[in-house]
């Protein structure tokens, strides 16, 4: 396991990370904790979580991820060892049915994040947050599923990214939150937060959470220049594309997955580079997961990959790319899979 400072923030992480979206709902506790030790016993320092975990989410489980991560460093009295890591939820159902966290309000304004952080807090067992995250912003971005670019007028009372700041700030000068991150963000975002950042002297983001992997890599195409220019560490989710870049589901979507995963996920144009990848990692004796998680990590501009397993089998597998070092020919034949058929729908 490699690790490297993310962002600006001061904060070491290892390279590879473990969300915890699934802890506390589809992954039993017992399995939740044997997954957390074996994630650390392989060198893994990052954990990341949200108050709205785990997915999906309800009334009736909703905090229980967090609820786990604390119950685990605090057990196995790791607190200075781990970087806890977890987000507040914006506004919509960006993840399902959440009217039930804050009475459905869930604003990024200074009342809601306050609430969230204190929440999130007290889930977690801890006096402090290493890396507080906007899960989703309030305006609407392509990130997340929109497909093109239209100009959406904004909610009313939708709260300026100068408001969030301020609120996050705040956390960070009672030390509450030791770095800020934002989530599902696009380019304009995350220099709207650095330039209000500079212009009122508060604190910068370290760390941009979006989707990444051999199949989806528009972060490259605007965020990779800012990342790598103002500090900015991509913590990458989804880098195996939910399952698919296994190569295990190439003609059928896994078992308890919906017709629309299929559609989506599975599509013709998907699965040709699915195939691709998997014949290509075949042909130089890799796995095509283990190929594709260390595909990711080793991107310049990549602070941490996140892993997530539903199993502790699986976990115990894909950390076997922990060390792997792709050479020179394959990250070009990847390159080369990409190019002609980039980022496929």
């Not at 989703?136 to 670019?149: D, I, K, M, N, Q």
């Not at 195409?221 to 800012?226: R, T, V």
């Amino acid at each position: 396991m490699d690790y490297r400072e993310l962002g600006r923030s001061g904060l070491t992480v290892s390279a590879f990370g473990l969300g915890v979206m699934t802890f506390g709902g589809q992954t039993p506790e017992a399995d939740a904790l044997r997954q957390l030790d074996m994630a650390f016993d392989a060198g893994v320092t990052l954990f990341d979580s949200a108050e709205n975990y785990p997915i999906p989410t309800g009334p009736e489980t909703q905090g229980r991820s967090e609820e786990v991560l604390g119950r685990w460093i605090a057990d196995r009295g790791l607190r200075d060892r781990v970087v806890v890591a977890t987000k507040v939820a914006g506004p919509g159902n960006a993840a399902g049915d959440m009217t039930h966290i804050r009475g459905g309000q869930r604003r990024l304004d200074r009342a809601n994040i306050r609430q969230a952080c204190e929440d999130s807090l007290r889930r977690l067992g801890t006096d402090r947050i290493d890396l507080y995250q906007l899960h989703w912003p309030e305006r609407a971005v392509t990130t997340l599923g929109r497909s093109r670019f239209s100009l959406v007028a904004d909610a009313p009372g939708q709260v300026a990214i100068e408001e969030t700041l301020a609120a996050l700030g705040e956390l960070v000068a009672e030390g509450k939150v030791r770095a800020i991150g934002v989530c599902n963000e696009s380019p304009w975002g995350a220099m709207r937060f650095l330039a209000e950042a500079e212009r009122a002297g508060l604190p910068r983001i370290a760390a941009v959470q979006n989707g990444y992997s051999l199949l989806d890599r528009y972060y490259e195409l605007g965020l990779a220049e800012i990342g790598l220019r103002e500090g900015l560490g991509l913590l990458a989710y989804s880098p195996l594309a939910r399952g698919t870049l296994t190569a295990k589901y190439r003609n059928a979507a896994p078992e308890g997955q919906s017709a629309s995963f299929a559609a989506r996920m599975l599509s013709e144009n998907r699965k040709h580079a699915i195939a691709a990848y998997a014949d290509l990692a075949s042909a130089h004796g890799l796995e095509p997961a283990h190929m594709a998680l260390a595909f990711a990590r080793q991107q310049p501009f990549m602070g941490a990959v996140l892993m997530a397993a539903s199993s502790v089998d699986q976990l115990r597998d894909n950390l076997r790319a922990v060390d792997l070092s792709l050479p020179k020919e394959v990250i070009q034949a990847i390159n080369a899979i990409h190019d002609a058929n980039p980022n496929p729908k």
